[in-house]
């Protein structure tokens, strides 16, 4: 199973971008599908999650300006951002809890990371 990440670039503060991210290979289901980030010196931290139900899930540094989304015949996940500040500069990662067969267990997966910067 393999995660691939793309749309990271260079944005003005207030701008936006989307980020993609498709999983393949041998996939049963996917329970969740997120995004996390990491900036410079610090720990990777969760901006979003999208589970199969419905249930979306977001840190409070990133709510009424991210929304994730999920296409989930093309087993793709997106990430929108609007109202991008300084302080979202990080590589974003995609993450997946990948299910490979009907009766097995659940493993997770991780993209190759995205960067994202925001500056004027």
């Known amino acids: 199973v393999q995660l691939q990440a793309s749309g990271g670039g260079l944005v003005q503060p207030g701008g936006s971008l989307r980020l993609s991210c498709a999983a393949s290979?041998?996939?049963?289901?996917?329970?969740?599908m997120g995004w996390y980030r990491q900036a410079p010196g610090k720990q990777r931290e969760l901006v979003a999650t999208?589970?199969?139900?419905?249930?979306?899930n977001y840190a409070d540094s990133v709510k009424g300006r991210f929304t994730i989304s999920r296409d989930n015949a093309k087993n793709t996940v997106y990430l929108q951002m609007n109202s991008l500040k300084p302080e979202d500069t990080a590589v974003y990662y995609c993450?997946?809890?990948?299910?490979?067969?009907?009766?097995?267990?659940?493993?997770?997966?991780w993209g190759q990371g995205t960067l994202v910067t925001v500056s004027s």
């Open positions: 993450h997946g809890k990948v299910r490979t067969d009907v009766a097995g267990p659940q493993y997770n997966y």
């Open positions: 999208s589970a199969n139900d419905g249930n979306t």
């Open positions: 290979g041998s996939i049963f289901s996917i329970n969740v």
